[in-house]
């Protein structure tokens, strides 16, 4: 079992190109999240979706979307990229969108946009 | 305004002693915390929680202490190992956030042998 897997691992984007960040889970999860970490300012929520055809946003969405066409699929993209989207980004999981619930994280990609 | 605090941002101690990390938070409805560990090129991983209805949670070594009238929760690793070398992220919820975690920064443990 995988777990959560994303991809790219890494990737340096020039401004102004769109990215799609990959997601998968193969827990069959409900819940998925998104999550950026900068140095100094821990993780922060983008966008979250509490089960497949619904979305939400977070604490920082702008300049992000998201959708959830199925279960395990969870697809960030960046329509535009800007250099203060450099950063590293979680995907995240977990059973159901309850408060008690234990989030799984995915490795991480390390976007570079310059 | 960050709702859930870590001022330390590292921390160091001798292999054997206990770690002690600290966190607080600001937001009155958070009922549920949770200790995650992150290694380095790694996601981070879930170590502990606690609802707000206890004030103590032991998991082995690891254990987490709430003091809801304080705002404050910290968590003790005893014994420290070099293998808990890490960055431990505090987090808190609460029911109706549907899940949304608010994340403190992190406190890097380096346990020296």
């Known amino acids: 079992i995988a777990g959560i897997t994303q991809a790219p691992t890494s990737q340096i984007l020039a401004a102004g190109r769109r990215m799609t960040l990959r997601c998968t889970q193969d827990m069959r999860h409900n819940a998925m999240y998104w999550y950026r970490q900068d140095l100094g300012l821990g993780l922060r929520l983008i966008h979250y979706?509490?089960?497949?055809?619904?979305?939400g946003k977070g604490e920082v969405p702008d300049g992000y979307s998201v959708s959830r066409a199925n279960t395990d699929d969870f697809p960030l993209t960046l329509a535009s990229a800007v250099p203060s989207q450099t950063s590293v980004y979680f995907c995240a999981s977990s059973p159901q969108e309850g408060s008690t619930d234990t989030q799984y994280f995915g490795p991480g990609t390390r976007l570079t946009v310059l | 305004d960050q709702q859930v605090k870590q001022n330390s941002p590292s921390l160091s101690v001798q292999e054997g002693r206990i770690s002690i990390l600290n966190c607080d938070y600001t937001n009155s409805m958070f009922d549920y915390f949770l200790w995650y560990k992150k290694y380095p090129a790694e996601g981070p991983t879930f170590l502990i929680s606690i609802s707000s209805i206890k004030d103590k949670n032991e998991d082995g070594r690891f254990t987490v202490f709430l003091n809801k009238s304080a705002k404050h929760l910290s968590l003790h690793i005893v014994p420290s190992q070099p293998g808990d070398s890490a960055v431990y992220f505090c987090a808190a919820t609460y029911g109706g956030s549907q899940g949304n975690l608010i994340f403190g920064k992190g406190t890097k443990l380096s346990v020296k042998p």
């Open positions: 979706s509490n089960t497949a055809g619904t979305t």
